[in-house]
Every structure is written in structure tokens, then in C-alpha cells.
């Protein structure tokens, strides 16, 4: 079995409390006093993992970039949920999120999608497998750890997968800055699986005739459009004001 890093002090830290098996942790003390580092360190101990004390130098040459805040993780790889699972389990649910990502290449705005849909409290993200981003080390650090909290699936044929969700009762939406509909006259409570397309071309022509609406996000300045990790945390945030306004 092969192994994976994760780095930075949120991303380790999450990745310490989740479920994956850890093997060691190798880190440079920063100068001073640094509680969030202490905590992290006390949290390997508690988990029996093993702690390296290495130079600087040595944490960038296991991570390839200087973000590792003095922390990298060797641990066993992200584990992805099965979607025929997790569409089991949602399936008695009332209400709830399912953020579904089509051809998200950038790291940065996969990590910053998974952490926005961990704190819109989402109850899982699917995305693809070909052409597009995984979870990475790098996806772990921006998420500050979040892909260690929400389930992520990883499908072959996305447009299958929608159906699947239709068919256990989600409404599948699509945002797509050429909409008639804007984000903020639908009404998102209950059962909801929200589409973001890839940063250049956005949602794929078949993926699009799945959703059953297409929403934009109106914008009244000069630039015409937002980037992906934006507008989508834009619509999960909409989709939270619609339920606490409902009381739901």
C-alpha cells in the first residue's frame, strides 16, 4: 500500500482526528511558543504517532513548497466514499446538501470548494475522475483539513451519478452565469444537489441537460464572471440563508 502526505497545521491537525492511519509526523518546531503547534504535537501522542524532528529544509524537500508551517504527516491515502453508499444513506433525509463538482482542475479552488461546503454543513461532494483535480496534498492544505470531514466521492460518469440523486429525490442545479433564473429566486430548501462547473469551460453540455435547472449569479460591476471557488461557495451560502430564514 502506498502512503500520502498531508501538511500544514489545520490539514495535519484534521487528518489526525479522522479516520485514516497515520504512520509519523515529522516536524521543525517553530522559534518560541506556538500553541496550535503544541496541541498538534499532543494530539499525535494521544494517537500513538511518532514524532521526527527534521530541519526546515527537509519538510519542503517531502512537500515540494514551503507552506508545510513546520508539519508534515505521512499517512495512508484519502480514502473516497462510494457514491452507492452515500446516496443510500441520504436517502431517508428530508432535506440536505450534495455538492457536485464537474472538471474542477485547480487545486486551490477544489481545497476552497470542500471547505466551503464543510461549513455550509453539506452532506457530501462528488467529483470526477478524469480530467479533473483529486484530492492532493495540496487540495488538503487549502481545504485547512476539511476533506478529512465531508465525504468525497469520486465518480467515473458524472451525468449517472446525477440521476442517481435525482432518483433518491435531489433537485440538481446547475449554476451557469447565462441562466434566466438567478440563485436568488429559486427556492433551495429540501433536497438539493448543486453543480459548479470547471473554471474555463464551466459545466459540460451533458452534465448540463441533467440538471433540472440552471441558475445565475447576478453581478452588477464591471467583471463578467466569478471564479468557480467563489460562486460556489456563493450558492451553498445561499442555500444556508434560505433554511435559517425557513427556520429549516
Avoid at 431517508?92 to 461549513?119: H, K, Y
Avoid at 430548501?189 to 452534465?207: D, H, Q, T, Y
Avoid at 440538471?211 to 445561499?238: H, K, M, Q, R, W
Wanted: aromatic residues 6%; contains cysteine.
Amino acid at each position: 500500500m502506498t502512503d500520502e502526505i498531508v501538511y500544514g497545521i489545520n490539514a495535519v491537525t484534521e487528518a489526525l482526528r479522522g479516520k485514516r492511519r497515520a504512520f509519523e509526523l515529522f516536524a521543525s518546531p517553530p522559534p518560541g511558543s506556538d500553541r496550535r503547534f503544541a496541541k498538534l504535537l499532543e494530539l499525535a501522542a494521544e494517537k500513538g504517532v511518532p514524532v521526527r524532528q527534521r530541519q526546515k529544509q527537509d519538510l519542503f524537500r517531502l512537500c515540494g513548497n514551503e507552506y508545510h508551517q513546520g508539519v508534515v504527516l505521512r499517512v495512508e491515502p484519502f480514502p473516497y466514499a462510494d457514491l452507492d453508499d452515500l446516496v443510500a444513506a441520504w436517502k431517508g433525509a428530508e432535506a440536505g446538501v450534495v455538492l457536485v463538482l464537474d472538471s474542477i482542475q485547480d487545486p486551490a479552488n477544489l481545497g476552497s470548494l470542500v471547505r466551503s461546503a464543510a461549513c455550509a454543513g453539506v452532506l457530501g461532494v462528488v467529483i470526477v475522475k478524469d480530467r479533473a483535480v483529486g484530492v492532493t496534498p495540496a487540495v488538503e492544505r487549502v481545504s485547512a483539513g476539511a476533506v478529512e470531514t465531508v465525504p468525497v466521492a469520486r465518480v467515473t460518469n458524472l451525468v449517472q451519478a446525477l440521476d442517481q440523486l435525482k432518483e433518491a429525490g435531489y433537485w440538481v442545479y446547475g449554476l451557469d452565469q447565462d441562466a434566466r433564473t438567478t440563485l436568488y429566486q429559486q427556492d433551495l430548501r429540501g433536497k438539493v444537489a448543486m453543480v459548479i462547473g470547471s473554471e474555463g469551460e464551466g459545466i459540460r453540455p451533458l452534465v448540463r441537460k441533467s440538471c433540472d435547472l440552471l441558475l445565475s449569479i447576478p453581478l452588477t460591476g464591471g467583471v463578467g464572471s466569478l471564479n468557480a471557488a467563489v460562486a460556489g461557495s456563493v450558492a451553498l451560502f445561499e442555500v444556508v440563508r434560505q433554511r435559517l430564514q425557513s427556520g429549516g
